[in-house]
C-alpha cells in the first residue's frame, strides 16, 4: 500500500562507505552463549550497570520470558521470574529511577488458530535485579506500542501500538501515554495517526522525544512530543518503514535508525536525524531485517544492535555502529523460522 502523503524529496548524503568487519569476538571464561536467535524482544541500555537488558521475544519456535544482561562481552541470565513470555512488549530504561519499565506485548508473534493472538496490559519494572508487578491502572492491552524515556522531563512516553477485538478485529492506536515512575496518565488522543510498529526515541537536542514511521504504508513522517503537544517535524518524508528500531547515537549526538519493513522486503539501511531531514548512511553492516533492537551505549561511543528476522530466518547476531561504521561483535544464527504460529 502506498503512503496517503505524496513523499516529497528526501535530504540525501553520501558518506564513504566502510567496511562492516564480521569476526565475532571470542568468549570469554563463564560466559554463556547469550539469548540466541531472537526476534520482538526488547532491550535498553542500562547506563547504571553499563551493559543491554534483554527481555523475551520469539526464538525461530517459541515465544521466551526470559531475562538476559550484556557486558563488557559477556552474556549472563539472569535467574529471576517476572513477566510472563511475550513479543512486541515497550520496554524503556528510566535513568532517573535506574529501572527498565515494561509494558504489555502479545503473548504470540503471528499467531494462528490454535494460538490466537494475546494481548497484554501490564507493568513491570525490574529494580535492583528483580522484576516487580506494578498494581496500577494504565494503557489498554496492546502490543507494538512505541516507548522512549524522556530525561529532560524523568517520564517514559508510550504512543499506539495495536488493539484486537473480542472479534479478532485488529485496529491501531493513536493515544498517547506517561509513566512517572508510579502511575500511568494519559497525556493526549490527538497527535500522529494511529498506528503501530512506529520508532521512538529521545533527542536532547530537540527537547523532545521524536517519532518516526509505523503501520498504514509504511509511513515516513516525523513527529516530536514535549509533554504538551506533538508537532510534525518540518522534514521532507522519507521512506516508510514499519518495524523500524531507532536510538540516540551518543557521539554525534543524532538520532539514528536501522532497517525495518519497506512494504516489499527488509531494508539494511541506516539513516540519520540531521537539521533538514533524514540523511541515509551508506556505512554497510547488518542485513536487512526487522523486529530488532537498537540501544545507545554512551559509555562506548555507539549504539548497538541485536536480533530481528527476515520473514524466513531469525538473527541472532550483536552488532556495534561506531563513528559512522558497523562491526559485528557475535554471531549467532540465522535459523529458519518455523512456522507453527507461535
Not at 38 to 59: C, E, K, P, Q
Not at 138 to 166: C, I, K, N, W
Not at 252 to 277: I, K, P, Q
Not at 326 to 342: F, I, K, Q, T
Request: proline share 8%; aromatic share 10%.
Amino acid at each position: 500500500m502506498a503512503s496517503p502523503d505524496r513523499p516529497a524529496l528526501v535530504l540525501v548524503r553520501c558518506i564513504l562507505p566502510v567496511v562492516a568487519l564480521t569476526m565475532p569476538a571470542p568468549s570469554r571464561p563463564g560466559s554463556e552463549a547469550g539469548p540466541g536467535p531472537r526476534n520482538a524482544h526488547a532491550a535498553v541500555y542500562d547506563l547504571r550497570d553499563s551493559g543491554i537488558v534483554l527481555f523475551g521475544g520469539a526464538t525461530e519456535a517459541e515465544v521466551r520470558g526470559d531475562t538476559w544482561r550484556w557486558k563488557g562481552g559477556d552474556w549472563r541470565r539472569l535467574p529471576i521470574a517476572g513477566p510472563a513470555p511475550r513479543t512486541f512488549p515497550a520496554m524503556a530504561y528510566d535513568s532517573a529511577r535506574a529501572e527498565v519499565v515494561l509494558f504489555g506485548g502479545n503473548r504470540v508473534l503471528f499467531g494462528d488458530s490454535t494460538r490466537p493472538v494475546a494481548l497484554l496490559g501490564d507493568t513491570w519494572v525490574l529494580r535492583d535485579g528483580v522484576w516487580l508487578r506494578m498494581a496500577v491502572e494504565g494503557p489498554s492491552p496492546r502490543a507494538e506500542a512505541a516507548v522512549a524515556y524522556d530525561s529532560g522531563r524523568r517520564t517514559t512516553v508510550l504512543f499506539g501500538g495495536y488493539h484486537v477485538s473480542d472479534s479478532g478485529a485488529r485496529s491501531r492506536l493513536g493515544d498517547t501515554w506517561e509513566w512517572d515512575g508510579r502511575r500511568w496518565t494519559r497525556a493526549s488522543v490527538t497527535g500522529p495517526s494511529p498506528r503501530s510498529g512506529a520508532a521512538m526515541a529521545y533527542d536532547p537536542g530537540l527537547g523532545a522525544v521524536v517519532l518516526f514511521g509505523g503501520s498504514g504504508g509504511p509511513l515516513g513522517d516525523t513527529w516530536s512530543w514535549d509533554g504538551r503537544e506533538w508537532k510534525r517535524l518540518a522534514v521532507p518524508l522519507a521512506p516508510g518503514r514499519f518495524n523500524t528500531t531507532m536510538t540516540l547515537d551518543p557521539a554525534s549526538r543524532r538520532l539514528v535508525r536501522f532497517g525495518g519493513w519497506t512494504g516489499e522486503t527488509r531494508a539494511s539501511d541506516t539513516w540519520e536525524l540531521h537539521r533538514g531531514g533524514w540523511v541515509r548512511a551508506d556505512d554497510g553492516g547488518p542485513a536487512g531485517r526487522n523486529h530488532a533492537t537498537l540501544v545507545s551505549a554512551p559509555d562506548r561511543s555507539s549504539v548497538l544492535l541485536y536480533g530481528g528476522h527476515d520473514g524466513d530466518h531469525v538473527f541472532g547476531d550483536l552488532w556495534e555502529r561506531r563513528h559512522g561504521g558497523w562491526v559485528r561483535l557475535e554471531a549467532a544464527g540465522p535459523l529458519p523460522r518455523v512456522p507453527n504460529g507461535h
